[in-house]
């Protein structure tokens, strides 16, 4: 989100099958590679507004971060969810009469990928959702490295 521009969702989804020695998860380089591509696309700095997920915030990761002049990082206090818009964001993707357990992968994988295009398109919703967090982002004109412990709403 931008001051002008309507607010954009940048996403990439990646299934992941099953099997003991492939990874069920993102790893740090697939986020880096998923920021670098939003950068890329919106052509001016990122604010990113990260969770305690063990990828989001270990070592590798925070070097990574370090490398990007253009990236500014918020790490809001441990378990509040509330502060986190990508929280809205699919708590709005799993909202359905459908029972998304029930699905088989590659329908759910369709299903997902179709919902989070739609709201890709639907800047009210998705400001409603960074509106909903009570976070104020009007940021510097310039990118900056602001790594926080605590967010005060």
């Known amino acids: 989100m931008r001051s002008g521009p309507r607010t954009r969702l940048c996403h990439r ?15 740090e380089r697939d986020f ?7 950068h890329r696309l919106v052509r001016a700095p990122v604010v990113l507004v990260r969770d ?10 925070g070097k990574l971060i ?16 509330d502060l986190d818009p990508v ?5 709005h993707v799993e909202r359905s009469p459908t029972d998304l357990a029930a699905l088989a992968l590659d329908r ?16 009210g919703t998705l400001d ?6 009570g976070l104020i982002l009007d940021g510097p ?12 709403v």
């Open 66 to 81: 370090a490398e990007r002049a253009w990236l500014t990082v918020f790490l809001p206090p441990a378990c509040s969810p």
């Open 32 to 38: 880096v590679a998923l920021l670098d591509g939003v």
């Open 108 to 123: 759910l994988e369709v299903l997902v990928r179709n919902r989070l295009k739609r709201l890709q398109h639907r800047s």
């Open 87 to 91: 929280e809205r964001v699919w708590a």
């Open 141 to 152: 004109a310039s990118p900056r490295r602001a790594e926080v412990s605590s967010l005060s």
């Open 13 to 27: 989804l990646r299934t992941h099958r099953a099997g003991s020695s492939t990874r069920r998860s993102m790893g």
């Open 52 to 61: 305690r997920l063990n990828t989001h915030v270990s070592r590798t990761m």
């Open 128 to 133: 409603g959702f960074i509106a909903g967090t």
